[in-house]
């Protein structure tokens, strides 16, 4: 079956910076759009960003845009999230996706599959 795992996350100060990762197995990796979603306590599920399959198209949320740079490596089944400039804001869990079920660039998390998460604290 598919899985996603998704690592790479833990605390650090605002200004800082991280690098999520995301492995998929149990399907052929880049046949399928993915996207990195958030959520933090209290607060509806929100997209960071999504990539095609071939990495031919990008989007972003405003709040990740100049920060935050989505890429695949499909030749090693791996979704990855940089980002710079963190901010307390950012705080939330991360979740990897794969499979849109609707436009990229609608930014929706309308995707058919998803990983467990990985929790990302920024502090002041």
């Known amino acids: 079956q598919v899985q996603l795992v998704e690592s790479g996350g833990g605390s650090v100060q605002a200004g800082g910076s991280l690098r999520l990762s995301c492995v998929g197995s149990?399907?052929?990796?880049?046949?399928?759009?993915m996207g990195w979603f958030r959520q933090a306590p209290g607060k509806e599920r929100e997209a960071v960003a999504t990539?095609?399959?071939?990495?031919?198209?990008?989007y972003y949320a405003d709040s990740a845009k100049g920060r935050f740079t989505i890429s695949r490596d499909n030749a090693k089944n791996t979704l990855s999230l940089q980002m710079n400039s963190l901010k307390p804001d950012d705080t939330a869990m991360y979740y990897c996706?794969?499979?849109?079920?609707?436009?990229?660039?609608?930014?929706?998390?309308?995707?058919?599959?998803w990983g467990q998460g990985t929790q990302v604290t920024v502090s002041s």
């Open positions: 996706a794969a499979q849109s079920l609707a436009p990229l660039y609608s930014l929706t998390p309308n995707f058919k599959y």
């Open positions: 149990g399907y052929t990796f880049r046949l399928y759009s």
């Open positions: 990539i095609s399959s071939m990495s031919s198209n990008t």
